[in-house]
């Protein structure tokens, strides 16, 4: 078994900052993508940015230039810093891998991210 523990969400003020962390733990040989998802209360869950084993990132075009996502192979852990957050990135968000050889997906619990005033 495979498991996800994410940290570091909260409540935050527009134009502040939040480091979202996910460990992965268990029976894994090897971790292939590695992203970060979230979903708006009445929303789809959308993805918010990713990163595979060999370093190619994805954004969303809603957070490009404002949230970087990173990973440490050695430690299995993918963060998100959000910088210049904005209310609209309100959310709960969801760590997701995928693991080796035959590619299975795993999500965490989900963090909460509240940014107001």
């Known amino acids: 078994q495979v498991q996800l523990v994410e940290s570091g969400g909260g409540l935050v003020q527009p134009g502040g900052s939040l480091r979202l962390s996910c460990a992965t733990s268990?029976?894994?040989?090897?971790?292939?993508?590695m992203a970060w998802y979230r979903q708006a209360p009445g929303k789809q869950r959308e993805l918010v940015a990713g990163i595979t084993n060999w370093g190619s990132i994805r954004y969303a075009d809603s957070v490009k230039g404002r949230f970087t996502v990173a990973r440490d192979n050695g430690k299995n852990t993918v963060y998100l810093q959000m910088n210049s957050l904005k209310p609209e990135d309100t959310a709960v968000y969801y760590c997701n891998v995928v693991t080796g050889p035959v590619r299975n997906s795993y999500w965490g619990q989900g963090t909460q991210v509240t940014v107001s005033s």
């Open positions: 268990g029976s894994i040989s090897s971790i292939y993508d």
